[in-house]
């Protein structure tokens, strides 16, 4: 294992790429906090179990599940050969396998495959819900800010009950964001509870920003701003929002701040419709990269026709967490070129973002985001999920992170070492 770590160090990849092109970033960095660092090998695999589509989370289970019974099977295998041959160098003949036999060794061997099963489910809880370390990016080009367009609070139906505004804000500073909008479903309960801790200038602290995910044509749709701009489109429960009363509000030539829509995953691209003054319930960008598994599957699965689409009807590309309190892995983030942000008071810089949207479209954003290999489809690729994308994850890390794994595979190979020898000790018939 330590020599395979090794080596993906000289075959190494960058963690981050930009999500239209594919291509390597050298404008911004992947930072690592030295706890994060110290422990590795633990917090990195749970932040690529994050970023898996659910196709390759079943990969990984299936083959996770395979593994055991294999291994099961050989060591009930060995362990019937070793009773064969000491009942034969006795003098003996092994004893046949009764029921009852079979009986107690099956519900041991179900007894620990479900022991086995609630391990790996308890991992996973883990990695979704305990407070660790995260790693972000730092931008180096400061007219660039970092902005995360979809995420949720406590106050979204399906958001973690103890996911706060104010962790909220937390979650993206510690992952290298600037701005965050705060989009729940339905509702600005979020975006008023963390507004009163809005910084008074942009650059102080990560910023967050009014939004909300509402239902247009019958299906999620993000919008962003203030409130006032859309709450006499929506019912009462400000849920549906009708077509028609934003194009008689926003007529062709009204002059005032348009809608600003977008379009989240996963949904249908048919049912993508443009922004235009004709169309002000059109969208005016769609996501690229979604965090949740789901979004992740066809984010990658469609990203041609995603691409396609983009280009054709010059929609701008979104990242998004879609962040509703689980994990802390940050999947990609939408960057855009705003000179002096930094002293733009946040409601400056909201109307900023969403004129820079209108005004440049396809252009307005670059999505950088985590590099995690998709299978594309083959269903070996599939199959084989865990293996490449395992080689994928160490040929991405970097040297600090490299020498974390080499010092841990070091110390529990000192530890089997060290049991060993007391074993054969023991065995021997010394045990001092």
């Known amino acids: 294992m330590a020599a395979v770590v090794l080596l993906c160090g000289f075959a190494s990849l960058s963690p981050l790429q930009d999500a239209a092109t594919g291509s390597s970033i050298t404008f911004a960095v992947k930072t690592e906090p030295l706890v994060w660092v110290l422990l590795a090998p633990l917090f990195a695999v749970w932040d690529t179990l994050s970023l898996l589509t659910l196709s390759q989370h079943y990969a990984v289970l299936v083959t ?9 099977s050989r060591a009930r295998r060995r362990l019937r050969e070793a009773v064969t041959v000491a009942a034969e160098r006795s003098g003996r003949v092994a004893p046949p396998l009764s029921w009852t036999r079979l009986g107690h060794a099956g519900f041991r061997e179900i007894a620990s495959a479900s022991a086995a099963l609630l391990l790996l489910l308890t991992f996973y809880a883990a990695g979704m819900l305990l407070p660790r370390p995260m790693t972000g990016v730092e931008i180096l080009d400061e007219d660039l800010v970092a902005i995360d367009f979809h995420s949720h609070t406590k106050y979204s139906h399906d958001g973690w009950s103890f996911f706060t505004p104010q962790r909220n804000r937390a979650w993206h ?3 290298g964001f600037d701005v965050a909008y705060v989009t729940d479903h ?5 975006f008023d509870e963390s507004a009163v801790e809005n910084p008074a200038t942009s650059g102080e602290r990560t910023v967050l920003l009014e939004g909300a995910e509402i239902r247009i044509y019958r299906r999620p749709t993000n919008i962003l701003g203030s409130r006032d701009r859309y709450v006499f489109a929506l019912d009462e429960d400000s849920v549906f929002m009708d ?12 002059g005032g701040s348009p809608p600003t829509l977008f379009f989240t995953m996963p949904g249908d691209l048919m049912r993508v419709v443009p922004f ?3 169309v002000p319930s059109g969208m005016i960008g769609i996501e690229i990269n979604d965090g949740s ?3 992740l ?3 990658k699965g469609e990203r041609v026709e995603i691409l396609a689409l983009a280009d054709s009807m010059n929609l701008a590309l979104i990242g998004a967490s879609n962040l509703h309190g689980w994990g802390r892995t940050v999947a990609s ?6 000179p002096g942000w930094q002293e733009l008071r946040p409601e400056e810089l909201a109307d900023r973002i969403e004129e820079t949207l209108h005004e440049e479209r396809r252009r307005a954003v670059q999505v950088i985001e985590r590099r995690i290999p998709y299978h594309g489809g083959s269903p070996f690729l599939v199959a084989t999920t865990l293996p490449w994308v395992g080689i994928a994850h160490l040929r991405m890390m970097s040297w600090p992170e490299r020498i974390s794994w080499l010092v841990w595979i070091s110390l529990f190979t000192l530890l089997g070492r060290r049991r060993a020898l007391r074993r054969e000790s023991y065995a021997g018939g010394n045990p001092g």
Not at 243 to 254: K, N, Q, V
Not at 333 to 338: A, P, Q
């Open 186 to 190: 339905y509702t600005w309960r979020g």
């Open 243 to 254: 077509p028609d009363a934003l194009s008689e509000r926003y007529p062709p030539g009204h």
């Open 64 to 72: 996770l599940v395979a593994l055991y019974v294999s291994w099961r």
């Open 333 to 338: 983030w939408s960057l855009m070129r705003i």
């Open 173 to 175: 500073e510690a992952g």
């Open 293 to 295: 598994p789901r979004g």
């Open 297 to 299: 599957e066809q984010v």
């Open 276 to 278: 235009s003054d004709e």
